[in-house]
């Protein structure tokens, strides 16, 4: 009777544990990632090295990161990139989503960026944002 009352004890105690510790608090866990595409023209001819892809996935990250307070887990997924197109147009196809935002306010954030110019870290040029949909 005792091993049976302390293993009931333990289970419960086991279960408690996990429905109170989680990874991410899920009050700021609000919506799902939104999914964006981005047209952006470069300042010149990106470096044929870069790996374009890893540098649309910092660039996005982190200026999304400037919209959330410190420590903030960004969600955003793998971009895709293609281009130039005919006209020297980049598309990036990315998802967006920090803990801290709900998706209307992540897509409030990237659409704002239309016109503004971002750093190429690793392609050597500065990219300025032409459309960002979501």
Known sequence: MLFKLSSVITTALAAASLVTASA???QQRRDVPAACTFVVSPSGTPDPSAELFSEWNFILGRNLANFVPSGTTINNG?????GPDSTGLYTIQQTIAADALTTAEAIDVVTGWVGTTFNGP?????????TVTC
């Open 24 to 26: 991410v608090n899920l």
């Open 78 to 82: 793998n971009s895709v990139v293609t």
């Open 122 to 130: 690793w392609s050597g040029v500065t990219w300025t944002f032409q």
